[in-house]
Structure formats: structure tokens, C-alpha cells
């Protein structure tokens, strides 16, 4: 398994990865502009469609862009009945025409692909005063201190790991500025909010089993080894709440 292989955990990452914030949804609403049914909406990168389907059910028009096989099929399983579009495709080459999106967005996907590449290509397919919002719903450990402490069996098995993909790595740190110099966009807004989801055990290890970033890092023996241990420590428990904060990066192409 390579970083950005969601191939072989296509079902996991549909049956078990949470959902973001409603509040960040109103706002990035909010600043396109338009009632929902005249948004043009595309989702790139959208997996599985979790964040597809939360902004389809607000009533845009929506286009989802996946360049994953496996991954579009669960997507589309799931999203069966909400009208929304299917295409192969990438944040690098979208197929889609120029000029024709109000709203575009990646939802814990835009550290995967080439940062210049993908932003020409979206600026291109966005209309005038078109809005780009690239965001993440990382788990906050420290609201429970049982998290905490299955996060420090981690780093204790995996000194010096490094998140490629939280909503809390290195690439979001500085993501405010990079947008704001980037041509074409403008007006850069960040915003985050919380929701709490109460999981059952079987739900939590099928979290950590769609992870892809920390199991190309340490390996699949002492992934596996990881796994076995937080299904020890979390026999027994009936409910697990964990804390998300949605955290969101918003620009506009110049009209």
C-alpha cells in the first residue's frame, strides 16, 4: 500500500469515517452566495462521498470526482437515489469544462495531490467569484482521556510518527498563507467548528482499520500489532465519544 491508497479500504473508510460539521457547511454556503439549487457544486477527491452527500442534501448541484475505483463504487452504493454525479478524475485534471463550478471543494484529500497543478486546474473550472474551500474533520484526543492514552501506545510503538494527512499536519499549518499567494484566488477566510459523534467499539477499530497514512508508515506486522492492543484496551466499553473539529480553508477566484 502506497500514501493515497485508498483502494483496499474503500468499504472500511464508507462504513466508518465521520462526518463534519454542519456549521462549516452553512458558512461556506453562506459565502458562495447563491441559494443552494443554484450552486454548481463539485466535490474533488471525494472518496466515499461523506462530505458529498452532507452538501447535496442541502440541495446543490453536485458533481463527485474520484480517481479511485473502489472508492467511487462504495460512493456510489451510498449515495444511491441523491442525484449526484459519479466521475473518474483527479484535483490535477478534472475533465470539466471552464468556467462551470460555484463551489468547489476537497474535504481530507487536498494534501494528496500536486498543490500547483491542482489549483490552476480548479481556477480554471470555477466561475468568476467562485469559491474553493479545502477542509478536514480531525479528531480532537484530548476532550478523552482514553484517546489520549491509545494515542501515546501509538507513539510509544512508533517514536517520531509524522501525520501526512490530519487536518493537523505540517501542509495545513501553513495553508492560510500559501492560498492568499497563490494567483487567482483571494479573500482567504479560515473557520472550524465541533460535533461529537458517541461510537461503539467495533466502529472506533474500524476507524483506525481505514487509516492509510500511519499504516504505510510503520507497516502492516506492527499496524496489526497496534490494532490488537486497542482491541483490548476497548473490550468491554459500550460507547467511545469522540470530538471532531472541522477545520476549513475558503478562497474566491476574483470575479
Not at 447535496?56 to 460512493?75: H, K, Q, Y
Request: net charge negative; charged share 25%.
Amino acid at each position: 500500500m502506497k500514501h493515497g491508497d485508498f483502494d483496499q479500504l474503500a468499504e472500511r473508510y464508507g462504513q466508518y469515517r465521520p462526518g463534519y460539521a454542519p456549521q462549516v457547511l452553512d458558512a461556506i454556503l453562506g459565502l458562495v452566495g447563491k441559494r443552494p439549487d443554484e450552486i454548481e457544486f463539485v466535490d474533488v477527491g471525494a472518496g466515499t462521498g461523506i462530505w458529498t452527500r452532507m452538501v447535496r442534501a442541502r440541495g446543490c448541484r453536485t458533481t463527485a470526482i474520484e480517481p479511485s475505483g473502489p472508492m467511487r463504487t462504495v460512493g456510489i452504493e451510498q449515495s444511491a437515489g441523491s442525484e449526484i454525479q459519479w466521475i473518474e478524475g483527479s484535483a490535477e485534471r478534472t475533465g470539466l469544462p471552464e468556467a462551470s463550478v460555484d463551489l468547489l471543494s476537497m474535504a481530507s484529500s487536498f494534501h494528496w495531490p500536486d498543490y500547483q497543478e491542482a489549483t490552476r486546474e480548479f481556477q480554471r473550472i470555477l466561475r468568476p467569484c467562485g469559491v474553493f474551500c479545502a477542509l478536514w474533520n480531525p479528531r480532537r484526543i484530548e476532550t478523552n482521556p482514553l484517546l489520549v492514552e491509545i494515542e501515546k501506545e501509538l507513539n510509544v510503538l512508533v517514536p517520531g510518527l509524522k501525520r501526512v494527512s490530519s487536518g493537523k499536519s505540517e501542509f495545513c499549518d501553513g495553508l492560510h498563507d500559501r492560498l492568499a499567494k497563490t494567483p487567482g484566488f483571494e479573500k482567504v477566510v479560515y473557520i472550524e467548528a465541533e460535533h461529537t459523534e458517541h461510537q461503539s467499539p467495533a466502529r472506533y477499530l474500524g476507524l483506525w482499520e481505514s487509516v492509510n497514512d500511519i499504516r504505510v508508515q510503520v507497516g502492516e506486522e506492527t499496524f496489526a500489532f497496534f490494532l490488537d492492543r486497542v482491541r483490548s484496551r476497548i473490550e468491554g466499553i459500550q460507547s467511545i465519544e469522540a470530538t471532531y473539529t472541522t477545520r476549513a480553508w475558503i478562497a474566491r477566484k476574483p470575479s
